[in-house]
């Protein structure tokens, strides 16, 4: 059975696809912790390249602190662009199809309609634009890729919007959040199963995806989903993003267009909310 290796396994992409790997009994993939295998580290990873041998490589490494990003460019660099040549270079050299997870925010987010894979990148903060590099540099490396973009990433792992409302909501008699971004939400064990389903099928289908839940919802509607069926009593109001000024800018619009991974893949996608309604069951 070929082997996959998983960079960023701690992380909460990393962490769900190790749980979806149990669940299903998938036996083949080995997880590294930043620890372990360092993306930054060319010899870290070479060496593990050298001893597993994978038909696959899975790139859940990455910095994502977007607001302490504008201010720590050349790091989130070195790991969002450097850290994936460092494995797109080992891909190609052995052979290894490798699955790269990018973001929503390459996109300025500035047009309300959805977003397709062919639609220009341009990213309006550091997070997006280093982002925005791995992409590009990966196709001068190797052929066989698989590049997701994905958004508004959660679930029962890690830190995330869903734990800090449910956290928030029973400290708090009253939050205030920004009503006037859409995307929508992604429940991180659902874009583990896709990973996971194109592995097993090995279609050869190489190239750039989007993948999020169904459905479309601002941050707002989204923290009053988490409350209501996480059974908070908590008062939310509505605000603008100049209510609630960040270091870093974020798209106004980003709902991506999921067509191409559907149609290629064969795969259903969830609707959010319900998708919600399990990571919080889970939650407890």
Not at 255 to 267: H, L, P, Y
Request: charged residues 25%; aromatic residues 10%.
């Amino acid at each position: 059975m070929s082997t996959t290796l998983v960079f960023g396994a701690t992380g909460q992409l990393g962490s769900c696809l190790k749980f979806v790997s149990e669940q299903n009994k998938i036996d083949n993939s080995i997880f590294l912790s930043e620890e372990e295998a360092d993306i930054l580290n060319p010899e870290v990873i070479k060496n593990a390249f050298e001893k597993y041998k994978p038909a696959y490589c899975i790139n859940c490494a990455a910095y994502t602190a977007v607001d302490k990003a504008e201010d720590d460019v050349d790091i989130a660099r070195k790991v969002n662009k450097d850290g994936a040549a460092n494995l797109a270079r080992l891909c190609a050299e052995y052979e290894t199809t490798l699955i790269h997870v990018s973001t929503d925010f390459v996109f300025a987010g500035n047009v309300p309609k959805l977003l397709s894979e062919t639609d220009e990148a341009e990213p309006i903060n550091v997070y997006g634009l280093t982002k925005l590099e791995g992409e590009l540099v990966i196709p001068s490396f190797t052929e066989k890729y698989y590049i997701l973009r994905t958004s508004w990433l959660y679930s029962e792992y890690g830190n995330n919007f869903v734990k800090t409302m449910l956290k928030l909501g029973n400290e708090r008699e009253q939050l205030s959040i920004i009503a006037d971004q859409i995307g929508t939400p992604t429940y991180a064990i659902d874009l583990a199963t896709t990973i996971l389903h194109i592995i097993q099928n090995d279609e050869q289908q190489y190239g750039i995806y989007h993948y999020s839940n169904e459905g479309v919802t601002s941050w707002y509607d989204f923290a009053k989903a988490i409350f209501d069926i996480g059974k908070v009593q908590v008062k939310a109001l509505p605000i603008k993003s100049t209510e609630y000024v960040t270091r870093a800018t974020r798209p106004a619009f980003s709902v991506m267009d999921k067509s191409k991974i559907k149609s290629t893949f064969g795969i259903g996608i969830s609707y959010w909310r319900d998708s919600l309604e399990v990571c919080i069951s889970r939650l407890g």
